[in-house]
């Protein structure tokens, strides 16, 4: 079974731009949580949707958004960015991700912001 | 408050021993996991505690007391390849949202 996806791996953008990232889930996997990562606040809950639906969110401004389809993929955008925006991002897929506590992140992608 | 703490950097031989501490303020959660993120990797599950008491998967085994509102995750017969930062993570009753404490570093040496 193919893992988490995540695209593009690598991006570089500049200040007041704005940014969509993909996450693709694992087949069957219909919860996906996004997170930040940065070496001074470690990773961070952003949002985390269900069947179409954000049910969690993290404490971010709402210059972060997200959204997933139908198929489960899912995407988040940034907009106006900022250099403190420069990160790791990272989704996370699992089943229904209620009780259970095992998710399974993709590689990330890392976005920097000059 | 909701918070996990966790000391930062530590460092061993091949062959031995680390504990990973990981003390928590909070009430309410499902339960204790542990992942495992290597250099430019993505973060791996590695052990979960729902209940209090140890849970052993080979070489790595991990222990909660809520009551003590702490875990540990025990790394045995250290290898090179367990160089990687070691968070632990709680879910929180009520939403679905992991909360990672800071992470560990676990440099091992020959």
């Known amino acids: 079974k193919a893992g988490v996806t995540q695209t593009p791996r690598y991006l570089i953008k500049t200040r007041g731009q704005q940014v969509t990232l993909s996450c693709s889930p694992i087949?069957?996997?219909?919860?996906v949580s996004w997170y930040q990562q940065t070496p001074g606040q470690g990773l961070q809950f952003l949002f985390e949707?269900?069947?179409?639906?954000?049910?969690n969110k993290g404490n971010f401004p709402g210059r972060f958004s997200g959204r997933q389809f139908s198929n489960s993929r899912s995407e988040m955008n940034v907009s106006t960015l900022e250099l403190g925006d420069s990160a790791l991002y990272l989704c996370?897929?699992?089943?229904?991700?209620?009780?259970?506590?095992?998710?399974?992140f993709g590689p990330g992608t890392r976005l920097t912001v000059t | 408050g909701q918070s996990l703490e966790q000391p930062s950097e530590v460092t061993a031989v091949e062959g031995a021993i680390v504990q990973i501490n990981c003390t928590y303020q909070?009430?309410?959660?499902?339960?204790l996991s542990w992942y495992q993120q290597h250099d430019g990797g993505a973060p791996t599950f590695l052990s979960y505690?729902?209940?209090?008491g140890l849970e052993e998967t080979g070489r790595f085994s991990s222990f909660l007391s809520r009551s003590d509102s702490y875990g540990y995750l025990l790394l045995q017969e250290l290898q090179m390849k367990d160089s990687a930062s070691y968070f632990c993570?709680?879910?929180?009753?009520?939403?679905?949202?992991?909360?990672f404490g800071k992470g560990n570093q676990v440099v091992v040496i020959p």
């Open positions: 993570a709680v879910k929180y009753y009520g939403n679905n949202r992991l909360a």
């Open positions: 949707y269900f069947s179409e639906t954000q049910r």
């Open positions: 996370a897929s699992s089943f229904t991700g209620l009780s259970g506590y095992e998710q399974y």
């Open positions: 505690n729902a209940l209090d």
């Open positions: 087949s069957g996997h219909r919860s």
């Open positions: 909070t009430s309410g959660f499902y339960g």
